[in-house]
């Protein structure tokens, strides 16, 4: 037998591609190169591919091997075999680089990552969450006299929040309440449960009705759920303009609303979407300019007309109560009666069809109904609404119609509510009277820029109501009013009217004057005229008190038949708000004292401010006072001694930007970290706590039970508060004096379980103390 030796060397080289040949020359290098570059990396829309791909030259062109291509994902049929040339695929560029034999590939978009703009998206981080438990007491205190008379009264509503629940009342006292009213009268009661990842608000207590339009609202004693998309402002529900398309080569975009730029992106090659564009209720106008690398224009418009009370496609709002019918409210605390029950669902078919269906029942009552919104052509907005009731001896039906177009130039509105005889709701059944028949019209013309005319009419029928003890009456409305910005504070409003009910007519003439003197001072001066009364004129004027520290005072005079004198001073304090009216008129003089507030009781703290707010934050600034706090980069207040304040007119539900001003930092004081986004749940307390502690620095030097110092970079940890510090050469530790920590522990890396108690500094001596780290060894005991 023969054997044939191979150098190992060699074989190595034929099992390895990329091994470089013994006898390589530059020709065989050159017709290499000409056959392709082989096996090479590959970037897909910037992310390399975990396989290389095989590719060659074709042609002069470079192609890629129908597997490779199926595996890196390029758009090539399933299964496909041989080479196949890059230009020839349907993607939109590719680079080869022959230095670092890489191929760069990028798709076309098919309408995500750049590509999708969402105009309204939010361009932040979500807020943390940080629930307090809070109560909080809402208050208006007021002494009046008249007359001879003086009376006493107050509106307290206290609510206890954590979070997203709410438990609160109202209550009302009134001295001299007269004989059909009590003193003391409780309004509401209610639990409140919002759930904002499922924008539901579940109510228990003292509820309004929820329903359509025609469906009119009432207090019941009982339980409701329903949608609140207040609860995620993230969520668009109504249908906002959009356009799709596709570009070839990266292109940018510039939105135009109304004539108006606003906004421009930059999107690639492929298909590509702009949608949820803000636009102002009614008629509008929005375009797209694409703009490609090489300079080229084409701009798109359309048409829409945008209507806040309709559901997008695939939004579903919906809402159901059951309670006992309230009635007297404001006047006796408890008047509960008969039991009903109300739901009603609307949801978006289309961009511009929303439907929905209702119905209410009880006190012997069945009502139905379903309702439409649609826009038709862009330019308007029909509805529509149609009821069936039933009752024990009776049927009844409503019909409801209106259309309506907003827009620059020229507006206009019309509807009418036609209930049949028989026609009977809820409302009706519990004392409030039948459904009127209704018919009202208006249009707006918008004769300059600055100038404004409107036209409206209405006409209000009412049946008669024997057990109301109510005849019937037709009451009819014809009114024209025209506004006129003079320039840009001052503003000219007349309007002419005519009224006609109960067999009676009148007609109204007026003229106003508004002059601003600056963004908290306005007058104005008015004259009016009516058949029943001979001319009158009233001079105002006003400056509110909108921040805390300022004073605030309105005065009122009006000369004619009815002459009358008022005036109203206020003050506005960090606790309270307090106001004093006075008013003369027909031989009679009154005067009124008035405090209003809150007061919020949270972390063991009560807190008292001017006024009632959507949501409070609690701001800590660890131990250290006198920190300057910003909320949205503005300087809202100083903590306290204790390191606490509260921050009113928090926008609840939305993120929001707390930090400190650093330059105003108490020279005691160390922030670690205080940039905080937070997000306040509606009608609670929120918690930001910043990373801020008093520091003054003492000299520590620690040892072991031996004398000898710890070791260099080990570390200590100051209990409770759980704060490290590095031990440097012989045993030293830069500790804070100030600490309220009341011993230190070894680091549990190093192996012992150490305690020790830590002395009273005297930070005005210079003396350095020593502390002896007292550990007890871990020891484990094995038993067969």
């Not at 798709?107 to 105009?119: A, E, F, M, S, T």
């Not at 919104?373 to 529509?384: D, E, K, R, S």
């Not at 409206?456 to 409305?477: C, F, I, K």
Request: aromatic fraction near 8%; proline fraction near 4%; hydrophobic fraction near 40%.
């Amino acid at each position: 037998m023969g054997a044939i030796t191979v150098p190992a060397q060699s074989l190595a080289q034929s099992d390895d591609p990329f091994a470089i040949e013994r006898d390589l020359t530059f020709k065989k290098a050159v017709e290499a190169e000409k056959e392709g570059p082989g096996l090479s990396v590959i970037l897909v829309d910037g992310i390399e591919q975990k396989r290389m791909v095989d590719l060659k030259w074709v042609d002069g062109e470079l192609a890629i091997l129908g597997e490779s291509a199926e595996t890196a994902g390029l758009p090539v049929e399933r299964g496909a075999k041989g080479y196949i040339k890059l230009s020839q695929l349907d993607i939109a560029r590719f680079d080869f680089d022959r230095v670092t034999q890489q191929l760069t590939v990028k798709n076309y978009r098919k309408g995500d990552g750049p590509n999708d703009v969402n105009v309204a998206r939010r361009n932040y981080e979500p807020g943390l969450q940080a629930p307090l438990l809070a109560g909080i007491v809402d208050y208006s205190l007021n002494a009046s006299h008249s007359g001879g008379n003086t009376q006493l009264g107050a509106y307290v509503a206290p609510r206890v929040t954590y979070g997203n629940f709410n438990l609160g009342s109202a209550f009302t006292f009134r001295t001299n309440a007269g004989p059909e009213r009590s003193e003391f009268v409780r309004l509401d009661t209610t639990a409140t449960l919002a759930i904002p990842n499922k924008t539901l608000v579940v109510r228990a207590g003292d509820v309004i009705t929820l329903g359509s339009e025609v469906q009119r609202p009432l207090r019941l004693g009982g339980i409701q759920i329903g949608s609140d998309f207040a609860l995620r402002p993230d969520i668009i529900t109504n249908p906002l303009p959009q356009f799709e398309g596709q570009v070839s080569v990266p292109t940018s975009i510039d939105l135009i609303v109304n004539d108006r730029r606003f906004q421009s992106s930059d999107i690639e090659a492929g298909e590509f979407r702009v949608h949820n564009i803000p636009m102002a209720a009614g008629r509008g106008e929005v375009s797209v300019v694409l703009r490609d690398e090489l300079g080229r224009e084409t701009v798109r418009t359309a048409q829409i007309y945008i209507a806040p009370e309709m559901l997008d496609r695939g939004i579903t709002e919906w809402g159901a109560t059951m309670g006992w019918v309230r009635r007297r409210y404001g006047t006796i605390s408890n008047d509960y009666r008969d039991l009903v029950g109300m739901f009603f669902i609307r949801r978006g078919l289309t961009r511009s069809l929303s439907v929905g269906v209702s119905g209410e029942g009880g006190n012997g009552l069945w009502n139905v109904g379903g309702q439409a919104q649609t826009t038709l052509a862009n330019i308007a907005m029909v509805y529509g609404e149609m009821r069936y009731s039933h009752t024990a001896d009776k049927n009844g039906t409503l019909f409801k119609l209106g259309a309506e177009s907003v827009g620059r130039g020229i507006s206009g509105r019309i509807e009418a509510i036609v209930p049949s005889t028989g026609y009977r709701d809820i409302a009706s059944q519990s004392g409030d009277g039948r459904v009127p028949r209704q018919l009202v019209g208006s249009i707006d013309f918008d004769l300059a820029q600055t100038t404004r005319f409107q036209l409206s009419a209405t006409r209000l029928s009412r049946p008669a109501e024997p057990l109301l003890e109510r005849q019937a009456d037709t009451t009819t409305v014809l009114r024209a009013a025209a506004r006129h910005e003079l320039n840009d504070r001052m503003t000219l409003t007349g309007d002419l009217s005519y009224r006609e009910s109960a067999g009676q007519s009148e007609f109204v003439a007026g003229l106003n004057l508004n002059i601003r003197f600056g963004p908290r001072t306005s007058a104005s001066a008015s004259m009016r005229h009516t058949s029943t009364e001979k001319a009158t004129g009233q001079l105002s004027f006003f400056r509110p008190d909108t921040e805390i520290g300022e004073f605030g005072y309105a005065a009122h005079a009006k000369l004619g038949g009815r002459t009358r004198f008022a005036g109203t001073a206020a003050y506005r304090a960090p606790f309270a708000r307090f106001a004093a009216d006075a008013e003369y008129a027909a031989g009679t003089a009154a005067a009124r004292l008035r405090a209003e507030g809150s007061l919020v009781i949270a972390d063991g703290r009560v807190f008292a401010r001017d006024r009632a707010s959507e949501a409070y934050a609690l701001v800590r600034t660890g131990n250290v006072g006198g920190v300057t706090v910003t909320h949205e980069h503005r300087e809202v207040g100083q903590s306290d001694e204790g390191g606490r304040l509260l921050v009113t007119r928090i926008t609840p539900l939305v993120p929001m930007q707390f930090d400190v001003a650093p330059d105003k930092l108490p020279a005691t004081a160390v922030a670690r970290s205080t940039f905080r986004r937070m997000q306040a749940s509606r009608g609670g307390v929120v918690l930001v706590d910043m990373d801020i502690e008093a520091y003054r620095s003492v000299l520590l030097r620690v040892v072991d039970e031996q004398g000898e110092p710890l070791p260099v970079g080990s570390t200590i940890v100051s209990m409770p508060s759980g704060r490290e510090y590095m031990v440097a050469f012989d045993g030293l530790v830069d500790f804070n004096g100030l600490s309220e920590d009341e011993w230190i522990a070894l680091d549990p890396g190093m192996g012992g379980d150490c305690r020790t108690v830590l002395p009273e500094f005297d930070l005005d001596s210079f003396a350095m103390p020593d502390l002896v780290a007292r550990c007890t060894s871990r020891t484990m005991a094995l038993k067969d």
